[in-house]
């Protein structure tokens, strides 16, 4: 809760490091991610330093380390102005679903 309050930087040098645990996890050199990547070298570490990149070499980095998914997922949290429409919401999926099962089935 309290990353609500974080400066933007400190967020960005929060990335920069889970990046990095990430790649030493993988057993990956920042040679290696540099090169996989197409980033340079020097940007990486510059990232790994200072959390600061350019969006699109951060998503170049999240892909070779299998987070692209969750970096395309930002913005898309939907902002409800009542219990009802969560309700709603997931009642539409839930039908969704057993829709799609019986069309499976009958086919």
Known sequence: MLDNFKYPKEIARD???QEKKKRKRKKMTQKELSERT???LASLKRFEQT??????SLIK?????????V?????TSKDY???????DERN??????ISWKNSRNSG
């Open 15 to 17: 990335v920069a490091l």
């Open 38 to 40: 197409g980033i340079s």
């Open 51 to 56: 959390g600061e990149i350019s969006f699109v």
């Open 61 to 69: 980095i999240a892909d070779i380390l299998g987070e692209k998914e």
């Open 71 to 75: 970096v395309g997922k930002l913005f």
């Open 81 to 87: 102005q009542s219990i009802q429409e969560v309700i």
């Open 92 to 97: 539409q999926e839930s039908d969704r679903k």
